[in-house]
């Protein structure tokens, strides 16, 4: 079930809204922006499925190590 909801934001961000996402999908652009940060069981199910990936989890240990040298010298 959808729900209603207004709003109110500037004039550049509705005007950019509409040039990037076109004018019928603002609605849906916010909503899938909004809901990993609100629905918190699909966030979870999702970081679950990621994790399984045994290839996209080695992708992304190997690129951990391959910069974690570079964090190290950065001056604090």
């Known amino acids: 079930m959808q729900k209603k909801l207004t ?3 500037d004039e550049k961000v509705y005007y ?14 916010i909503e899938d922006l909004v ?5 918190d069981e699909e966030l979870e ?5 990621m994790a ?9 240990l190997e690129w951990v ?3 974690v ?3 190290a010298d950065e001056p604090r």
């Open 7 to 9: 709003i109110t934001i």
């Open 16 to 29: 950019g809204l509409r040039k990037r996402v076109g004018p019928r999908r603002i609605s849906h652009f």
């Open 35 to 39: 809901r990993p940060h609100v629905i």
């Open 45 to 49: 199910l999702a970081y679950a499925q």
């Open 52 to 60: 399984q990936d045994e290839e996209r989890e080695a992708e992304a």
């Open 65 to 67: 190590e391959a910069v």
């Open 69 to 71: 040298g570079d964090i």
